[in-house]
């Protein structure tokens, strides 16, 4: 499926020209429901876990998700388009020079 269209570039850039966590938070709250917001908190969460090793038990203890929702999270981070292992590898490479940094 092909989620392009200029409607999805739009919200991407604005997503990316946001500048603060603060900004993301406002933002955020705006456009999505607690809910919605929470949801993919927690499957980026899922996917944190599952690439430090986590088992699904672990999983759903840490984060009260379902099995279903783990495997979910699982068959995307492995076999989808790359977009939460580009996150990760990110996030990884950004808390690595922060700690390399006096």
Do not use: W
């Not at 991407?12 to 929470?38: G, P």
């Not at 927690?42 to 840490?62: C, P, V, W």
Request: glycine letters at 4%; proline letters at 1%; aromatic letters at 8%.
């Amino acid at each position: 499926m092909d989620l392009r269209s200029d409607a999805n570039d739009r919200l991407f850039e604005a997503v990316l020209n946001l500048e603060s966590i603060e900004d993301c938070y406002s933002f955020f709250e705006d456009l999505c429901t607690i809910k919605e917001l929470r949801d993919l908190s927690q499957r980026f969460q899922i996917a944190t876990l599952l690439d430090e090793g986590h088992n699904y038990q672990s999983i759903m203890r840490k984060v009260d998700a379902s099995t279903t929702t783990i495997s979910r999270v699982n068959q995307c981070l492995n076999y989808g388009a790359g977009g939460y292992r580009a996150a990760l590898n990110k996030m990884k490479t950004i808390g690595e020079a922060q700690q390399a940094c006096p």
